[in-house]
């Protein structure tokens, strides 16, 4: 039987990413989102309910979040579930279910310096550079489109 493992989630940075790096030199950051939901139960009142779900996320993807992110703004992420289990001091068994995340977009469109706009996958991108116009014959091509590459991406 094939097996799926994707989670999709908007909401809300609780706390600012936490950027760390394995012993071979692989960034890692964590991160808490807060996803809400809103309904009316059987009497037509407006609940509310907040979901925390931690995230990590891995490489080049960990570099950007942890540079343009900040407690308080909003993301999409795109990820898989992984089960972490541990032992604690008291020789407890515990678990954690995290989302690993293979991609994110930025939801706001801040225009502040902090803010670096788009998305960002941590798998290669297979887009094609960006071909410029026919030239109309016109010797003034200050207006021409000039092909651009993923490494022309500052993130």
């Known amino acids: 039987m094939p097996n799926l493992n ?5 909401g809300n940075l609780t706390r600012d990413p936490e950027l760390r790096y394995t012993p071979n030199n692989t960034a890692v950051v964590g991160l808490g989102v807060a996803v809400n939901r ?3 139960n059987q009497q037509g009142e407006q609940q509310d309910e907040t979901t925390f779900v931690d ?3 891995f490489g080049r993807t960990a570099e950007v979040i942890n540079q343009y992110l900040k407690k308080g703004r909003p993301l999409f992420i795109e990820g898989r579930l992984k089960l972490d289990q541990w032992e604690d ?4 068994k515990r678990s954690k279910l995290k989302v690993v995340v293979d991609r994110f977009e930025f939801v706001d469109s801040r225009s502040d310096e902090s803010s670096g706009g788009g998305n960002y996958s941590r798998t290669p991108s297979t887009r094609q550079p960006v071909a410029a116009p026919v030239s109309s014959g016109s010797t003034d091509d200050s207006n021409a489109h000039v092909p651009i590459t993923d490494d022309d991406i500052p993130f």
């Open 38 to 40: 809103r309904w009316r």
């Open 89 to 92: 001091r008291d020789g407890n």
């Open 6 to 10: 994707k989670v999709m989630l908007m």
């Open 55 to 57: 995230c990590d996320a």
